[in-house]
């Protein structure tokens, strides 16, 4: 199982936004952090803010910041909310294949996922800011320096 970019990049803005304390930061910002596009980020940004998980603030000197605490931010429920579909197989979308009544690998992948989720459903955005310090090292360097 592979996890989409969107769910990555919605996993690293909360983490960032976590890793600054409730201090307004931009999209420029996260994308410099992490080496990636800010293109990409807008749209992640946009649906999380739609889902609630972070709030916006227009005009000069706005930003982003999360809408809930960490604690309040569950891992699994976040990834339910930003993937489109956890099928790992082709018969588990509805697709075509010979032994789909007899077959067990189904039934046995999806055990797996439900397994993935649950433990996932056991983590929240404040167990992934754990390690405060060397987060904010490694992605608010840039940000420290400017101040």
Do not use: W
Request: hydrophobic residues 45%.
């Amino acid at each position: 199982m592979r996890l989409t970019t969107f769910s990555d990049y919605g996993f690293r803005v909360l983490i960032y936004l976590g890793a600054t304390s409730g201090e307004l930061a931009t999209i420029d910002e996260i994308s410099a952090a992490y080496g990636i596009s800010s293109n990409h980020l807008m749209k992640v940004v946009h649906r999380l803010g739609q889902l609630g998980y972070i709030e916006t603030v227009r005009g000069k000197g706005g930003g982003m910041r999360l809408a809930r605490a960490p604690a309040g931010i569950n891992v699994g429920e976040v990834l339910r909310a930003t993937e489109d579909s956890f099928e790992l197989v082709e018969c588990m979308d509805g697709g075509d294949c010979r032994i789909t009544r007899a077959c067990v690998l189904r039934h046995a992948l999806a055990d797996a996922r439900e397994a993935f989720l649950r433990v996932l459903d056991g983590y929240t955005l404040a167990q992934l800011l754990e390690p405060a310090r060397p987060l904010a090292r490694a992605l608010l360097a840039p940000r420290l320096r400017d101040t």
